[in-house]
């Protein structure tokens, strides 16, 4: 093993004396990150920094100024999706597909799976789900509550999908519900759209989503090839697989 040349540090860094030394151990860009996990009140002022961001009892604020008395106007809370944008975070699936094969305990045939020539694919009942599962316009979350969504936190819903043939109207729209009661826009499986693509919806900025509802043009069996619920504001290349599919082997 070679040696490593400088100063070897064999204990924690401190200023040394009491818990009233406010000198800092490192200046912040010289060190790992400039992140703190503490009360905004208990930093001191000679080692807070405008941009420094601070993890406060389960909220993440941004330093927005410095010298002042009052902590509270130092701090301002930092929102994903309002602050940041075109952020991915990380591609942990939280839409796995086992959640469409439950909707047959609500109505059985809701969901079937079977094979074609793009691969595997779930067809769903459009009217079974939406009614039995959703609620009709109680748009209830399809979900069933297998997800836990964080206050006012972005995500992401990226679905593959078809149509068998062409119909007279749309097939599965896909959209989100939030806390208070308004929902998203819808992603809709087009009425032609007879081979597998792509389609990606984002939650609005500063809402917080309460599920996933659904709604249907017609009946038209839509097959699902792909779905994927990620946190953040951007969709994550390719298909990860959710860990309730993992456990039962896809």
Not at 19 to 38: L, P, S
Not at 160 to 168: D, F, G, L, T, Y
Request: net charge negative; aromatic share 10%.
């Amino acid at each position: 093993m070679a040696t490593v040349k400088g100063l070897s540090i064999g204990a924690t860094l401190t200023p040394g004396g009491d818990d009233t030394n406010n000198i800092a151990t490192h200046e912040d860009r010289f060190g790992k990150g400039g992140y703190m996990v503490a009360k905004r009140e208990d930093i001191p002022f000679a080692r807070r920094k405008i941009g420094m961001l601070v993890y406060d009892n389960g909220t993440i604020y941004k330093c927005t100024a410095v010298g002042t008395e009052t902590a509270d106007a130092s701090w301002e809370e930092l929102k994903l999706g309002n602050d940041l944008d075109n952020l991915e975070i990380g591609t942990r699936n939280l839409f796995a597909k086992k959640y469409m094969l439950d909707w047959n305990a609500k109505s059985a045939g809701a969901t079937t799976v079977n094979f074609d020539d793009y691969g595997e694919y779930y067809q769903i009942h459009e009217n079974k789900v939406y009614v039995h599962v959703g609620g009709s316009e109680s748009y209830n979350d399809i979900l069933q509550g297998n997800v836990s969504f964080e206050t006012s936190k972005q995500y992401c819903l990226k679905v593959k999908w078809r149509v068998p043939s062409e119909v007279q109207y749309s097939g599965l729209n896909l959209g989100f519900k939030y806390s208070d009661g308004t929902r998203s826009s819808w992603i809709i499986c087009a009425k032609d759209q007879t081979t597998p693509a792509e389609a990606t919806l984002v939650s609005a900025s500063g809402k917080t989503v309460a599920g996933i509802v659904c709604t249907y043009g017609m009946q038209a069996n839509t097959r699902i090839y792909e779905i994927q619920l990620t946190e953040g504001n951007k969709a994550p290349s390719g298909w990860a697989e959710a860990e309730a599919d993992k456990e039962i082997g896809g």
